[in-house]
């Protein structure tokens, strides 16, 4: 109960000071009214209200209703004449608020040039219209004025307003968002300095009468470069006090030329109102500027320490691979310091043996932006000797902000050691694993030429399929190491691979019908001759034959089909099973991955085949891809091109 009366004591004494307020400025803005004793071209009033209702809320309209209406029946006319005044005042004040708030960024309009525009526009040229109108109209049926004074008065009573919104509403915004002032020595005698400046103008415009006021935009134009928008618009309202006091008092340029002290003071408005936008504009974009500097200053600091503490190395080079820009850590990598690295050519640190494979992911990096490449390659350092580096590249040429080739590096001699020493380990093992394999397969074998019972003939020939699968897995395992090492025996020859197709088709044609599939070849079926290790087109077919009748719903078909472009072949394999999902198909033929929906499908599986493919296809100069779902969010496609023998049928 204490907090709700303290809040209310809080809130009446606000709305008094307020109201307060507003009733000093409004006398003293009619203390210069010449045509009308409630028509001023001078009305601070005006963006006081605008500033309060923006700051404390449109519920605190009824302040301006009653500060208006004091200023008001304190003056001249009626309660009648008071009460529409302070209504236009008051409406005025909140169509300005609104507005502003809408399209104009309310109390932070000035953190950005357009919406300063905006304000001036919305508060000082669009909501005045509302006051001034609704003003005169009162003046004019309570015969306080007579018709052939009314655009006099009109103009003026909106062009006072205009200058109230334009001058004083962001200077009560800026100082109240903005209240804590820190003096720094050299900020302050620089301020100084920029007052005297204005002193020595003010003497030359009012004390000599120079005519020429746009001197004033010197010291605004120093303001808004040098010191803050709070400063600027300070500066705004001294200048306008300045040359409204020496106006009314028969001094400056803006009394020398006018026929009375009110167009004068039209005049003095009109040049406040220009360079009041103008300069508030340029303050504002320079804040903006600055902010959006210190911005970029605190990224590029994050980028750097993130750059300088980083384990990888990074360095920056251009599509020639002319090293711009090095890493600390390069240091640590290779042993060479940031100066001694930065342009030289980064193909002259790598193993003569591997840069044709480093120029040709360079080229993946500049002709793909959007994908990341990973290399693998001996590098020197700078004791001479050979390490291997794992190095991730990325295209960011067309970044404003990097314009170059991004290429992380790292240290992993070690892991290689290791895979290495796996892969040996491989080998080992399946070698050793295939002989006894073998052997069973041949006893195996030799058993079925015997006349054994039915249900034994089963168990063997159950044998001998699981037999066959062991070797198969062993000799792809095998297949595997041999690739790694690059040492993957190819005994390719001239080879008519419809043939090939052919058998694979018939032998799967089994295993199919089991599964009531359909194997279907289709489009040109006519030879094709290829150089093709036979053996290893026949394990990549057969793979993928396995795989698409494996995956396949029953009663499904699956289609082989053949394309024939020119001087290549496209076989593409298609089922209508459970596809692969969208996120896992960049891991697909990788070593030993299998996707999840799969290993729910079948759990028998070594993750090998489809690493097998793309290794023996791309060792024809072909290409492997894969497209899934086909139709209907089901099926997965698997296509091989490989180059055909030119002329050949």
Request: charged fraction near 20%; hydrophobic fraction near 45%; aromatic fraction near 10%.
């Amino acid at each position: 109960m204490k907090k709700t009366v303290s809040s209310q004591t809080r809130f009446i004494l606000l709305s008094l000071g307020l109201i307060l307020c507003y009733f000093i400025l409004g006398k003293t803005g009619l203390s210069f009214a010449s045509i009308n004793p409630s028509a001023s071209a001078i009305w601070p009033p005006t963006g006081f209200a605008i500033a309060v209702l923006l700051l404390y809320g449109i519920r605190l309209w009824p302040v301006v209703f009653i500060g208006a209406f004091l200023v008001n029946i304190t003056t001249s006319g009626t309660w009648a004449t008071a009460s529409g005044i302070a209504l236009g005042n008051t409406l005025e004040a909140i169509a300005a608020a609104l507005l502003v708030n809408k399209y104009a960024g309310g109390i932070h309009a000035f953190e950005r040039p357009l919406n300063t525009v905006r304000l001036a526009f919305l508060a000082g040229v669009v909501a005045t219209i509302i006051s001034a109108s609704i003003g005169t109209a009162t003046l004019l049926l309570s015969g306080l004025t007579t018709p052939d004074q009314l655009i006099n008065i009109w103009i003026t009573w909106w062009m006072g307003d205009m200058g109230g919104a334009i001058i004083f509403t962001p200077l009560i915004l800026l100082w109240h968002t903005s209240p804590r002032v820190s003096i720094k020595p050299f900020k302050a005698i620089e301020y100084m300095l920029l007052m005297i400046f204005l002193g020595f103008i003010c003497y030359l415009l009012f004390i000599t009468n120079f005519p020429h006021p746009y001197l004033f935009i010197l010291p605004l134009i120093w303001a808004a470069f040098r010191f803050e928008l709070r400063e600027t618009a300070t500066l705004l309202a001294i200048v306008m006090s300045v040359t409204t006091y020496a106006t009314t008092h028969g001094r400056g340029p803006f009394f020398t030329h006018a026929m009375s002290v009110n167009e004068a003071l039209l005049q003095l408005q009109i040049f406040m109102v220009i360079v009041g936008v103008t300069k508030l504009t340029v303050a504002a974009a320079v804040e903006d500027n600055k902010r959006i500097d210190q911005k970029l200053f605190a990224k590029e600091r994050r980028f750097q320490a993130l750059i300088e503490k980083n384990t990888d190395a990074v360095v920056l080079i251009d599509p020639g691979a002319v090293i711009t820009y090095a890493s600390p850590s390069t240091l640590t990598v290779l042993g060479y310091t940031s100066d001694e690295v930065t342009g030289k050519n980064g193909f002259s640190f790598i193993h003569e043996e591997d840069i044709p494979r480093a120029k040709d992911d360079l080229k993946k990096v500049v002709l793909h932006p959007n994908d990341p490449v990973i290399g693998n390659y001996r590098m020197r350092r700078k004791d001479g000797s050979w390490v291997w580096i794992e190095t991730i590249g990325r295209n960011l040429l067309f970044d404003p902000a990097v314009q170059a080739l991004v290429i992380n590096f790292r240290d992993v001699t070690d892991r290689k050691k290791l895979e290495e020493a796996k892969d040996d380990f491989l080998m080992t093992a399946a070698h050793q694993l295939r002989a006894p394999l073998t052997a069973m397969r041949w006893n195996i074998e030799s058993l079925f030429g015997h006349d054994i019972p039915k249900e034994f003939r089963t168990k063997l020939e159950q044998m001998y399929e699981r037999n066959k699968q062991m070797i198969k897995a062993v000799n792809e395992v095998l297949d595997i190491a041999h690739i790694i090492q690059g040492k993957l025996p190819n005994n390719a020859e001239k080879t008519d691979i419809m043939m090939l197709i052919n058998n694979q088709i018939n032998e799967y044609a089994q295993f199919a019908k089991r599964r009531n599939i359909t194997i279907n070849l289709t489009g040109d079926t006519g030879s094709m001759w290829a150089i093709v290790d036979p053996k290893h087109f026949n394990d990549a077919l057969g793979n993928l034959l396995s795989n698409a009748v494996k995956y396949s719903y029953d009663r499904s078909t699956v289609t082989v089909d053949i394309a024939r472009v020119k001087n290549t072949a496209t076989i593409s394999i298609s089922d209508s099973g459970i596809g692969i999902p969208k996120n896992e198909q960049g891991k697909m033929f990788t070593k030993f991955y299998r996707a999840t929906n799969a290993k729910v499908a079948d759990a028998q599986g070594n993750g090998l085949g489809l690493f097998i493919v793309k290794s023996y296809t791309e060792g024809w100069g072909g290409k492997v891809t894969l497209e899934s779902p086909v139709i209907q969010d089901q099926g997965t496609k698997i296509s091989i091109t490989i180059p055909l023998i030119k002329g050949g049928t």
